[in-house]
């Protein structure tokens, strides 16, 4: 079986979330949220590698949290400037013989384990993938004063885990890094590779606010 790794990118503060505890490390469901995202991996890939990339101010606080609770085998490293210098701390951590490189926010902690999986079985067949869902608002571009309808057909939200070849997300951050790069997928893109989609979950929300994780909470209890 492939070798897998998984880089957890968990690198938010608490500001929108006003909270003086950075988000990640915020109770969800009787764990902190990034427990709760490490643990779901851990069932999803068993045997994978496990790696947290955190700010380095951060790494004594969740040393002592994750202590307090049952929180699966995982690595900590010490985050970059961007997000970008983050995942390639983190691929760094990762062993040579990983062939398979899973990269999700770490407070993308309601992730099934069914998506997982199934974005997994597509990066086997595909360089890259993406999990993705369909916007069912309306958009508009603006140009100046004017603005123009963007037809909905045409957009996807991107989610994580966004999943590669190791050996494709590796030559990819061996560019530089450029503001452009939103995703881990841009910098494949950027480097010439193609990018797969997968149908995502809309329950697989960014713990972003004080009303996101009261939604994550009642969701969790009714799925209890």
């Given at each position: 079986?492939?070798?897998?790794?998984?880089?957890?990118?968990?690198?938010?503060?608490?500001?929108?979330?006003?909270?003086?505890?950075?988000?990640?490390?915020?109770?969800?469901g009787g764990l902190p949220v990034v427990a709760r995202t490490i643990n779901t991996f851990s069932e999803a890939l068993p045997k994978a590698?496990?790696?947290?990339?955190?700010?380095?101010?951060?790494?004594?606080?969740?040393?002592?949290l994750r202590a307090r609770f049952d929180v699966a085998p995982h690595r900590i490293v010490a985050g970059g400037k961007e997000r970008f210098h983050s995942v390639l701390n983190g691929i760094n951590a990762l062993s040579e013989e990983v062939e398979y490189i899973a990269v999700?926010?770490?407070?993308?902690?309601?992730?099934?384990k069914r998506l997982i999986i199934r974005a997994?079985?597509?990066?086997?067949?595909h360089d890259a993938v993406i999990p993705v869902i369909d916007v069912v608002d309306s958009y508009r571009r603006v140009e100046g004063d004017e603005s123009f309808i963007i037809p909905r057909a045409e957009l996807r939200i991107v989610q994580t885990p966004q999943i590669f070849r190791a050996h494709t997300l590796r030559n990819a951050y061996q560019q530089a890094f450029s503001p452009a790069f939103t995703d881990d997928a841009s910098v494949v893109e950027a480097?010439?590779?193609?990018?797969?989609?997968?149908?995502?979950?809309?329950?697989?929300?960014?713990?972003?606010?004080?009303?996101?994780?009261?939604?994550?909470?009642?969701?969790?209890?009714?799925?209890?």
């Open positions: 079986m492939a070798k897998r790794g998984v880089i957890i990118v968990a690198g938010g503060s608490g500001s929108r979330m006003q909270s003086a505890l950075p988000k990640q490390f915020l109770m969800l590698e496990i790696v947290v990339v955190l700010p380095e101010e951060h790494i004594a606080l969740w040393e002592n999700h926010d770490g407070v993308r902690a309601l992730a099934t997994m079985l597509a990066a086997e067949e480097a010439g590779g193609r990018i797969a989609l997968v149908e995502g979950e809309r329950t697989n929300i960014k713990l972003t606010t004080p009303e996101d994780m009261e939604w994550a909470e009642y969701f969790l209890s009714k799925e209890a």
